[in-house]
């Protein structure tokens, strides 16, 4: 995410894109989010700067989801999280869905709840 009002946060974004290839796996799906949208009279970063970004990271133009939305206004969120739902891999959701069915998997159910010391605390 960057903001469209900042050039800077878009030059930090491509670090993070950059850091990401590195480490994730070749697959991956990368959502490019302009935030701010609200402010677009200020805003610095053009469309054409981030398709021409999109269209150089040497990335399957497919896995880039490329968003603008506000987190004032709530403008664009909803489409966000719908875009990465259906870029992921079905063929992995169901594997997870078929291992978690077999008892495998992290339990979310509270079984392992921490004291509020231990949520106040970083180690």
């Known amino acids: 995410m960057y ?22 796996p070749e697959d ?15 805003r610095q970063v053009t469309e054409a700067e981030v398709d021409e970004y999109v269209s150089q990271m040497n990335q399957d133009p ?5 968003q603008n939305c506000s987190a004032k206004t709530g403008e664009g969120v909803v489409e966000i999280f719908n875009q990465i739902a259906l870029a992921l891999p079905v063929e992995e959701a169901v594997a997870g869905n078929r291992s978690k069915a ?9 079984a392992h709840r921490t004291t509020p010391q231990q949520a106040n605390s970083c180690c």
């Open 3 to 24: 903001d469209i009002t900042s050039h800077s946060s878009f030059e930090k974004a491509q670090d993070w894109i950059k850091e990401l290839k590195r480490q994730a």
């Open 28 to 42: 991956i799906v990368i959502c490019l989010v302009g935030n701010k949208s609200d402010l677009i009279e200020q």
């Open 62 to 66: 497919s896995k880039v989801i490329v």
């Open 102 to 110: 077999r008892g495998s998997g992290v339990d979310l159910g509270g």
